[in-house]
C-alpha cells in the first residue's frame, strides 16, 4: 500500500506562487477544468455487519472476507477514538486492531461481536474520508479510490490512492450506477499543474473558496525542499482535504449535488 503525502498552501497569490515555481525550474504541465463526478462508498457499519453474517454462515471463502475486514480496519483504525481501540485491545489482549486477521474463525467472531468492538463501528457510518473520484481532466479520464487519513503525526496528509484510466465517462458513470453506486454530487475546479522532481504541484481553484496550493508527493523531504524554496511558509501551510476548508466558510459542499463555476476564473499562464 503505497501512501502519498500531501500538503495544502492556503490563500495563495497565484501570479507570484507560478513566478516562485518557474524560477526553482518546475515544469508546467496543464491548466484545465476539471469534471468531477464523486461516490459514496457503503458504510462502514453496513459493510462490518454483511462481512460478520458471512463469517457466521462459514459458507463465504475466509479468505475473501478476510480481505474485506483488513481494509475496513484500515478505515476503522483512522477514524475511531484511540481510547475506545485501547480499550477493545485491551478486553481482547490483541497487539493491535489488525490482529484480528490471525484469529480463528470462532475467536474472531467473538472478538467482532464484542460490545467493545460494537459500541466502535455503531458510530462509523459513511467514510467522509474515502469515496470513489470519476474524473475528466487535461484530456484524461480517471476512476479513483481516495483515502484520505485523518489521523497524521505532523502536518503533512496522508492519502492513498489507486487510479485506473477509463475510455468513457458516461459508460463509466452507468457502470457504476449498476453496481449501486449512486452519484452523490458533481464538482468542477480549475487546476493549473506543475512538477517538480517527483512532486506534483496543483494550484486549484474553487467555486467560493480562495485558491490553494497543494503539493504531493512520497518524499517529506522534497515537499519541505518546495515549501523552504517557494517561501510558502509566509502562507498557511495545512493538512485539510477540501471538505474542512469549505466547513470554514460555513458552506456543506457535501449537500451540493452540483458545484459549478458561475463565472469561469481568468487567469493567464
Not at 61 to 76: F, G, S, W
Request: negative net charge; proline residues 3%.
Amino acid at each position: 500500500m503505497k501512501i502519498e503525502k500531501e500538503v495544502k498552501v492556503l490563500d495563495i497569490d497565484i501570479p507570484s506562487t507560478i513566478k516562485s515555481l518557474e524560477k526553482i525550474g518546475a515544469s508546467f504541465k496543464f491548466k484545465d477544468i476539471q469534471k468531477i463526478y464523486v461516490y459514496d462508498l457503503p458504510s462502514i457499519y453496513h459493510r462490518y455487519l454483511e462481512i460478520l453474517d458471512l463469517l457466521k454462515e462459514k459458507k463465504f471463502p475466509q479468505n475473501v472476507l478476510r480481505e474485506k475486514l483488513d481494509t475496513l480496519l484500515y478505515e476503522i483504525e483512522d477514524l475511531a477514538e484511540i481510547e475506545e481501540i485501547d480499550e477493545f485491545l485491551k478486553y481482547t489482549s490483541l497487539e493491535h486492531i489488525h490482529s484480528l486477521l490471525s484469529l480463528t474463525l470462532d475467536n474472531l467472531i467473538s472478538a467482532l461481536e464484542c460490545n467493545q468492538f460494537k459500541n466502535i463501528v455503531k458510530k462509523l457510518y459513511i467514510n467522509p474520508n474515502k469515496w470513489l473520484r470519476l474524473r475528466e481532466s487535461h484530456g484524461k479520464i480517471e476512476l479513483t479510490s481516495k483515502h484520505v487519513f485523518q489521523k497524521n503525526n505532523n502536518f503533512i496528509q496522508h492519502v492513498l490512492e489507486n487510479e485506473v484510466s477509463v475510455s468513457s465517462l458516461e459508460n463509466m458513470n452507468l457502470l457504476l450506477k449498476s453496481l449501486g453506486f449512486v452519484r452523490r454530487n458533481y464538482q468542477e475546479k480549475l487546476r493549473i499543474q506543475y512538477l517538480y522532481k517527483n512532486a506534483e504541484i496543483d494550484i486549484d481553484v474553487w467555486p467560493h473558496l480562495d485558491p490553494y496550493l497543494e503539493i504531493e508527493s512520497d518524499d517529506t523531504s522534497l515537499i519541505e525542499e518546495i515549501i523552504e524554496k517557494c517561501d510558502l511558509k509566509r502562507y498557511k501551510i495545512v493538512s485539510q482535504n477540501t471538505e474542512s476548508l469549505y466547513k470554514q466558510k460555513g458552506i456543506d459542499v457535501l449537500s451540493i449535488t452540483e458545484l459549478r463555476f458561475e463565472k469561469i476564473p481568468e487567469i493567464e499562464k
